[in-house]
């Protein structure tokens, strides 16, 4: 049984009693003879509207108030409250002068004296709150040089599922290259376990390693990870609700989801792409330069083998068939970047060239 429902039959009733003291007053004023049947008619009236409405006064506010303040961060929350708190001081101190004006402006002036300054208040802290608490951080001690600025490790960002299952953003979490916190809504990590519930083996058990990356995350003290309820109203695909949720929170996404990236971008979300990550620090190679690589299989053109270096760059190698399962010195002879990743072109080294290649 919901709160929710608990709340409509409470409704329900007050609603009900109070329908049956208006169909009183109603048969009182009009027609004396028929209390009961005004009673009973008011009272189904005003039972049916309570089941209806006491959602929207009780239960659907207090959700749209916990959507709200997720989305606010602490920083802005105590600034808020710092100012509503410096508003009433003041509201105070005014009371008394206000008080002794004349009536009715000595009875209403200091309680409209305290709406107004404790909204100046909070707008006027929230409005200047960077700077409020960068002179509380000029009094503390020095931190370490190790330890992020302020501006960065307040950052958030979004995760996707698919990078959460790559399992890659572990190893860079532990580098400590990523600044800020790790959000993880609610509605991804539903995801996340509806693939490791999958009847599907290979979805199960990717769902399942995704699982245990977010465990290796969380027990990450570089990074802290944070599971939020905050959630989209009137949306249903994870991806909409991401993106979305990025651009109230002003937060990038994490995420190696190539179509993902795309609508993000458009939308004026930004976007940590792990694969474009993973591109940018392999090694630059120029056409000219050597290799030792292992050709481990034919390539699509006749002649052709195939090997890897360790970053996981394919190396495409003329006439390297003949060299299959042996490592072999080759000259690059054309490096190429594609939406897949940057592929190297090269040919077997001439004796001369492996001498120079050994010295």
């Known amino acids: 049984m919901s709160v929710e429902f608990i709340f409509r039959l409470i409704g329900m009733v007050l609603f009900g009693i109070l329908g049956v003291y208006v169909g009183e007053r109603i048969a009182n004023f009009s027609d ?39 989305r606010v961060s602490v920083q802005t929350l105590l600034g808020g409250l710092l100012g509503l708190l410096a508003g009433l001081i003041l509201a105070a101190l005014l009371a008394f002068p206000l008080s002794l004006l004349p009536e009715p402006f000595g009875n209403i002036l200091p309680f409209i004296g305290a709406l107004i300054m404790g909204y100046l208040g909070v707008m006027v802290f929230i409005m200047r709150q960077n700077e409020i608490f960068s ?32 399992g890659r953003i572990a190893d860079i979490a532990r580098t400590g290259f990523l600044m800020g916190s790790l959000l993880i809504p609610r509605f991804i990590l539903n995801e996340l376990q509806f693939i490791a519930d999958s009847p599907d083996s290979l979805r199960r058990q990717r769902g399942r390693r995704g699982m245990e990356v ?27 609700k991401l993106v979305i949720l ?80 042996r490592n072999v010195f080759v000259i690059v002879t054309k490096v190429l970047q594609t939406a897949a990743g940057r592929m190297i072109f090269a040919r077997p080294a001439e004796k001369h060239e492996i001498e120079e290649f050994s010295h």
């Open 32 to 70: 004396p003879n028929n209390l009961l049947y005004y009673q009973i008619l008011v009272g189904l009236v005003g039972a049916l509207a309570g089941l209806v409405l006491t959602p929207f006064l009780t239960t659907r506010p207090v959700k749209a108030l916990r959507v709200i303040l997720g």
């Open 135 to 166: 002179l509380f951080r000029l009094n503390l001690p020095a931190k370490s040089s190790a330890e992020p600025p302020p501006a960065e490790s307040s950052r958030t960002i979004l995760l996707d599922t698919s990078v959460i299952i790559d």
């Open 214 to 240: 977010l465990a290796q995350l969380q027990k990450n003290a570089l990074l802290p990870v944070r599971i939020s309820d905050i959630d989209v109203e009137g949306v249903r695909e994870v991806d909409d």
């Open 246 to 325: 990025a651009r109230q929170l002003r937060a990038p996404i994490l995420t190696n989801d190539y179509n993902l990236n795309r609508v993000a971008e458009l939308q004026g979300v930004a976007v940590l792409n792990v694969n474009e990550l993973a591109n940018a620090v392999k090694s630059v190679l120029l056409p000219g330069e050597a290799l030792n690589v292992n050709i481990i299989q034919e390539g699509k053109e006749p002649g052709q083998g195939v090997g890897y270096l360790d970053d996981g760059t394919m190396v495409v190698v003329e006439d390297g068939r003949d060299h299959i399962n």
